[in-house]
């Protein structure tokens, strides 16, 4: 079935600076991708949700890339901010579990901002 | 935007006895979920639920799991007996619908069991 990888599992930077976080998944079906931010103590949050026909989505303060192609997602957060720090999860839907409303997760990114 | 509620936050109860873990879903929200999130690996689908009644539920839903919505209050997870390994974060789930806009999780902020 689906796999997802999310790298990396940790990842520090400065205020302003920039941040990735990349997904990849195995299956090429796959037609709808998310990313949620959880601030410690809070409920997964819903960042962005990607459909598979659209690469380029941009969102307040980051931007979420598609490629299809090498079957990666990844969330480009630019010029972060303390509000920022929280862990960070991708998500996939697989077009085989079109009636089931299963969502493959990654492992999470706990994503640290320094002042 | 919308809000899924559990409680409790934590619970820590001994092997081999019932807990139960609540979640308010969104109000208007139809299908409901849960998933397992063991610490430090991904967060893993459990069940899912729609008109009360289990729509497909993953290896990890052992026997000793079950899930009901009465009257439409709290859609609950029941563990019973519990066992070691069930010590987790779960993470209740809702959506409206299924497929397309409608088939968007919200999530809680997940109860941490602790089986000892």
């Known amino acids: 079935g689906e796999q997802v990888e999310q790298r990396p599992p940790h990842l520090s930077v400065r205020e302003g600076d920039s941040a990735v976080i990349t997904c990849t998944y195995t299956?090429?079906?796959?037609?709808?991708f998310f990313w949620y931010k959880q601030e410690p103590g809070a409920s997964l949050q819903l960042l962005m949700k990607?459909?598979?026909?659209?690469e380029i989505n941009e969102g307040q303060g980051f931007t979420v890339l598609l490629n299809k192609k090498d079957k990666r997602l990844s969330l480009n957060l630019t010029a972060a901010h303390p509000g920022d720090s929280a862990a960070y999860f991708c998500?996939?839907?697989?077009?085989?579990?079109?009636?089931?409303?299963?969502?493959?997760f990654g492992q999470g990114t706990k994503l640290s901002i320094k002042p | 935007g919308p809000k899924v509620l559990q409680i409790p936050s934590h619970q820590i109860i001994d092997m081999g006895q019932m807990v139960t873990l609540n979640c308010d879903p969104v109000?208007?929200?139809?299908?409901f979920y849960w998933y397992k999130q063991i610490l430090g690996q991904q967060m893993e689908f459990l069940v899912n639920?729609?008109?009360?009644?289990?729509m497909e539920k993953s290896k990890l839903f052992k026997d000793q799991f079950s899930v009901e919505r009465p009257d439409g209050s709290y859609f609950t997870l029941k563990i019973q007996p519990t066992a070691l390994e069930d010590s987790a974060v779960y993470f209740c789930?809702?959506?409206w619908g299924l497929g397309g806009a409608a088939e968007t999780l919200y999530f809680g902020s997940g109860t941490r069991l602790t089986v000892l």
């Open positions: 789930a809702s959506s």
């Open positions: 299956d090429p079906n796959s037609y709808y």
């Open positions: 990607v459909f598979s026909s659209t």
């Open positions: 998500a996939v839907r697989p077009l085989k579990n079109y009636n089931q409303g299963k969502l493959i």
């Open positions: 109000s208007n929200h139809l299908y």
């Open positions: 639920f729609y008109n009360g009644k289990v």
